[in-house]
């Protein structure tokens, strides 16, 4: 079984995608056997209103039962925008959504914002994960109206260390990922789930060593970034680096487990 914890629908507006609909995605995961997939709207990523864009994909989503069968939706919350909580009632109550994106750097609020910290503990008290994306797309090849920093993981710790027992899924690697004893221990010590889609696991046995291999699914970032790398990256682990029992987790059994699917 393969499930993906990190794809995309919709549309990016400074950069062309290609299958960036649940068609489109449908279409991959069953071209590489991917049994469901965690999907969330790039809209809400710029709505004003992100509450839309997870109407949008509530709706798609209930059109088609292929669809219902192969999707997990996760909402975009946008903790300091009027209604917020209410969103976040609608999106796990009546959508059932089992995970909450949030994305400080797109809507301008600090890791340790009281409103987030709030929306945390709100998902913690629901078993709702939250998760946070180290990168959308590379900055080195920004438009100018995109944001011109990214944070490394270590920026994110704060929000972790605030909320230790809330469960966070860390989503594309590809930014800086060197941290300290204390700030390692902090991440071991949180019930933290990564994928497999990020630039920085290239050598992907060195990093579920370092942080413990149940802590690691296969994500693809898609359509962002390509389909097949976060799954070559466990197809192509040697014998000697990983057992049939390790590559099951990182295919399914941790998601299944963190997502209590």
Known sequence: MLIDINSFVGHWPFKRLHSNNCDGLLERMNEY?????????????????????????????????????????????????AGWKDDFKTCVEQFGMKGIRVFPGYHDYAIDDPNLIELVKMARDKDVAIALTMRIVDVRQRSWMDLPT??????????????????????NLATGIALTPEEEALIKNTNVLFD??????????????RFGKERFAFGTHFPVLDYYTGLLRIESLRKEEASEADRALFCSGNASRFLKL
């Open 196 to 209: 497999t889609s990020g630039r920085h696991i290239v050598n992907f046995p060195n990093v579920f060593k």
């Open 33 to 81: 056997g991917v049994d469901l997939s965690v999907v969330t709207n790039l809209h809400g990523i710029f709505y004003k209103n992100t509450q839309s864009a997870n109407e949008e994909l509530y709706e798609e989503i209930r059109a088609k039962k292929a669809y219902k069968n192969r999707f997990l939706p996760f909402g975009i919350i946008n903790p300091i925008y």
């Open 150 to 171: 990214e944070w490394g993981l270590k920026d994110y710790l704060p929000l972790l260390k605030a909320v230790p027992d809330a469960k966070y899924m860390l989503l």
